[in-house]
């Protein structure tokens, strides 16, 4: 996961450029290194896979 401009992640689906505020990451439970950034619509389409966890708060990751 690349941050962008200190405060932005590329979706990793869309590309779409998001906010570390808006972002939700999909992180697999055995693997804490493992995180794809989504943003809300994509997360809609394809939702939280069995094995994996939605962290909603990225904040912690602005530079």
Do not use: F, W
Request: charged residues 30%; contains cysteine.
């Amino acid at each position: 996961m690349n941050i962008i401009d200190g405060d932005k992640v590329e979706c990793s689906r869309c590309d779409d450029l998001i906010s570390l505020d808006d972002a939700n990451i999909l992180g697999k439970s055995h693997n804490k290194t493992y995180a794809k950034p989504l943003c809300d619509d994509c997360l809609q389409l394809v939702g939280v896979p069995q094995g994996y966890e939605l962290e909603r708060d990225a904040s912690y990751l602005k530079r």
